[in-house]
C-alpha cells in the first residue's frame, strides 16, 4: 500500500486529495492523508453568507478559458451550479484624472479589436492611441530573453496604455508590479503572440475571427449555459472546496493541525518521508505532496534540502485585502450599473480596485433592495495599508468610496479579509529559481511540490498542478 500524505487543503491539496480518494475507489493501493492548519479547508477561497449576503473573503471567480475548475465540478458533481457573469452590468471602468471613464467595448487583454469605440474613448488621449497602433509597426523583440510586463506594454504599446490599462486591469489582479513582474511566468502568451505575427493587434484580431468562427460553427446546445469568460459558481467560490472536501474520506483528513517537521531517509532503496504535526504526532509516507505558498513550503524543507529552501524563500509575497460593504439602494447616490472600476498606481488613490459584486454576480443580496461592493487594499506598492486597525481600514475605503462615487452612508453591513504574505509574485528570474528547485526535487523522488506560488496563480492552474502531482504519485 503506497502511503501519500497531502500538506495543505486549499484548493490545490484538495484536488490531488480526490485524485487519490477516487484512485483508492478503484481499488489502487494507495492510501493518502491530508493535513490543513486551519479548521476549514479551501485556502484562499473562502465564501461566507452573512444575513443573505453571499461575501468572498478572496477570489470570486475564475477565467473560464482554462477547464481545471469545469473538470473537478464536473468530476465531484456541481457543474451545474456553474454560472456566468451579468450581461446586463457587462462594463468596467478605469479612475483617470479623478473621473471614472468606460473601458472601451473590444479592448481583449490590453489591446483595441473594435476601432470605433477606442477612437471615441476619452480614456487614452490621441497621442496615446496614436502609439498604441504603432504596435503595428514595431519588430518583435529579435532574442528570447525575458523582461518584465512594464518593459513589455511600454515597447509595444507606450506609457499611456501601460498606466492606465495594464497596470491597473493585469498588476492588479496579481497584486504585483509590473516594473517587476516576470512576462515569461505570468504572460508568455504575449511573446508568444509578439513571436508569431509581430504584433498584439494582429494577433488578437486574429484570435478574435478565430473564436467567432468557432462560435458559428458550434452554437450552445439549447439551454445551455452561456460561458462568459469569468465564472463562479451560485453561492460563491467556497462551494468548490467544500464539494470536493464532501467527497474525501473525512478519517483521512485532519484540521487544524500544522506540519512542524519533513525529514527523508533512505529505506530499501528508496525514500521514506517523516511528518510530524500537531503535538508531537509523526507519519512515514512513501510520497509527500507540499501543496503549500512559498514560505511555508520552504520552512519544511530547510531539513531536507537547504538550496530548494533557501529558493523558496526567495520567492516574494505581496499581502492584500478585501473590504466587502452592504448598502440598501436607496442609501447610494448613484445607480450601480457595471462590474465595478479599477484604480491606476498614477491616480496615488489607497485602493487598488471595487468590484459591484451584486452588478456582476446574481445571488449575492438578500433581495433586489440592497447592493453589495467589495474594494481591494494592499498590493505590491501598498502593503503597510493591510496592516492597519479594522477602524483604520473601513474608514479608509469608505473615504475612498465617497471621493469617487459619492456613497457617504453608514453601511448596512461590513466584511474585512487579511492576506497577509498571500499573493506570489512572479518577479524577473521567477522561471529560473524554480528550474533549480525542480533540478534539486530529482533527488528526491516522491515530493511534490505545487500550488500558486509556482507556475500559475489562478484557480485552474492551482487544480492541475494538484491533479499532476497526485498522478506522478500515484506511479
Not at 212 to 241: H, Q, S, V
Request: aromatic letters at 8%; glycine letters at 10%; proline letters at 6%.
Amino acid at each position: 500500500m503506497k502511503r501519500v500524505a497531502i500538506v495543505g487543503g486549499g484548493i490545490t491539496g484538495l484536488a490531488a486529495a480526490f485524485v487519490l480518494h477516487r484512485a483508492r475507489q478503484e481499488g489502487k493501493p494507495v492510501d493518502y492523508f491530508l493535513i490543513e492548519k486551519e479548521q476549514r479547508v479551501g485556502g484562499k477561497i473562502l465564501t461566507e453568507e452573512i444575513d443573505g449576503f453571499v461575501i468572498e473573503g478572496g477570489p470570486d471567480c475564475f477565467v473560464s478559458e482554462k477547464p481545471g475548475v469545469f473538470n473537478l465540478s464536473r468530476m465531484v458533481g456541481i457543474e451545474d451550479r456553474i454560472m456566468g457573469s451579468s450581461d446586463a452590468a457587462r462594463r468596467t471602468f478605469v479612475l483617470s484624472g479623478g473621473r471614472l471613464l468606460e473601458l472601451p467595448e473590444g479592448l481583449m487583454s490590453l489591446v483595441p479589436t473594435k476601432i470605433i469605440p477606442f477612437a471615441l474613448s476619452p480614456l487614452i488621449s490621441w497621442p496615446g492611441k496614436i502609439r498604441m497602433a504603432m504596435d503595428f509597426f514595431i519588430p518583435p523583440k529579435k532574442d528570447d530573453s525575458d523582461e518584465t510586463l512594464a518593459s513589455f506594454v511600454r515597447r509595444r504599446l507606450g506609457q499611456e496604455a501601460l498606466d492606465k490599462i495594464a497596470e491597473p486591469l493585469i498588476g492588479g489582479v496579481h497584486a504585483s508590479d509590473p516594473e517587476k513582474m516576470s512576462l515569461k511566468a505570468t504572460f508568455p502568451r504575449f511573446l508568444q503572440m509578439e513571436k508569431e505575427y509581430g504584433s498584439l493587434i494582429r494577433a488578437m484580431l486574429a484570435a478574435k475571427k478565430r473564436a467567432e468562427a468557432y462560435a458559428r460553427k458550434n452554437p450552445p446546445a439549447p439551454g445551455a449555459k452561456k460561458k462568459t469568460f469569468f465564472m463562479t459558481f451560485i453561492k460563491g467560490m467556497g462551494e468548490l472546496p467544500e464539494a470536493v472536501y464532501a467527497k474525501l474520506d473525512r478519517e483521512r483528513v485532519v484540521l487544524g493541525q500544522t506540519v512542524t517537521g519533513l525529514l527523508v531517509r533512505e529505506e530499501g532503496g528508496k525514500k521514506v518521508y517523516t511528518l510530524a504535526w500537531g503535538e508531537g504526532q509523526k507519519g512515514d509516507f512513501d510520497a509527500v505532496i507540499l501543496a503549500l505558498p512559498a514560505d511555508e513550503a520552504a520552512v519544511l524543507m530547510e531539513k531536507v534540502d537547504r538550496q530548494i529552501a533557501e529558493n523558496l524563500a526567495a520567492i516574494p509575497m505581496a499581502s492584500s485585502a478585501t473590504i466587502s460593504l452592504a448598502w440598501r439602494k436607496e442609501d447610494l447616490p448613484v445607480k450601480l450599473e457595471s462590474y465595478g472600476f479599477v484604480v491606476p498606481l498614477v491616480e496615488k488613490r489607497r485602493i487598488m480596485a471595487t468590484t459591484f459584486s451584486s452588478c456582476k454576480w446574481a445571488h449575492r443580496t438578500p433581495g433586489k433592495d440592497f447592493v453589495l461592493l467589495r474594494a481591494f487594499v494592499g498590493g505590491a506598492r501598498n502593503q503597510h495599508l493591510v496592516e492597519l486597525g479594522d477602524k483604520e481600514l473601513l474608514q479608509l475605503v469608505r473615504e475612498e468610496l465617497a471621493d469617487i462615487l459619492g456613497i457617504t452612508k453608514e453601511p448596512y453591513l461590513y466584511r474585512i479579509y487579511r492576506w497577509p504574505r498571500g499573493m506570489p509574485q512572479y518577479v524577473l528570474g521567477h522561471l529560473e529559481r524554480l528550474g533549480r528547485v525542480e533540478e534539486r526535487l530529482r533527488d528526491f523522488p516522491g515530493l511534490y511540490i505545487v500550488g500558486g506560488s509556482y507556475r500559475g496563480v489562478g484557480i485552474p492552474d492551482c487544480i492541475n498542478a494538484g491533479i499532476t502531482a497526485a498522478e506522478k504519485a500515484l506511479v
